[in-house]
């Protein structure tokens, strides 16, 4: 158990996103408490995504504005969500052009790097598919605190598209959802990956006037 978790400032996260590299942002312990590996989707490599795949329960799911949903006419994948968080999620993807199956880590990278690039329409994706796009809350984390809204605000807070990618992280020994102090050692195992907390970036947000709308 570690005693002391020491979490990262957002604007290390912000930088760390703006690289093209993974962060963990853990929510309220009231709520999930769990621990999403985030990466902003127009950047992830193949490697990555074996990555989030091999140490996240591999449900992938690519964060998005409204307005890029819209234009890949993704609608919500129920009109009535039961889910327990209430999490938007739309129809299932696969990017039509240099896939196979779509299952594989090169697939479902560029199926995300695809979904960020606003030069591709909705007529290159394969409905349905193996990335599941979720529907971002207009106004972010002040507005709803999941790991949807705060993944799309680190990528826009970094300058660019508001498309994201995230997996719950898991404990490798059994299977169970990561908590705090799991993810604060996966952190220091896998190469110092910065660490932040949900309620940190709504403090930030609000500190610097921040709030997004979908634009």
Known sequence: MVQDVQFNTIEEAISDIAAGKFVIAVDNEDRENEGDLIIAAEKITTEQMAFLIR??????????????????????????????????????????????????????????????????????????????????????????TGHTEASVDLCRLAGLQPVAVIGELVNDSDGSMARRDDCYAFCKEFGNIKLITISDLVKYMEEHGQGFGDE
Do not use: W
């Open 55 to 144: 140490y996240s329960s591999g449900y992938v799911c690519v964060p998005t504005a409204p307005s890029r949903l819209d234009e890949l006419k993704l609608p919500l994948m129920v009109p009535d969500n039961q889910e327990l968080m209430k999490t938007a999620y739309t129809i299932s993807v696969d990017y039509a052009h240099g896939t196979t199956t779509g299952i594989s880590a090169h697939d479902r990278a560029l199926t995300c790097r695809s979904l960020a690039d606003p030069t591709k329409t909705a007529k290159d994706f394969n409905r349905p598919g193996h990335i599941l796009p979720l529907r971002y809350a207009e106004g972010g984390v002040l507005r709803r």
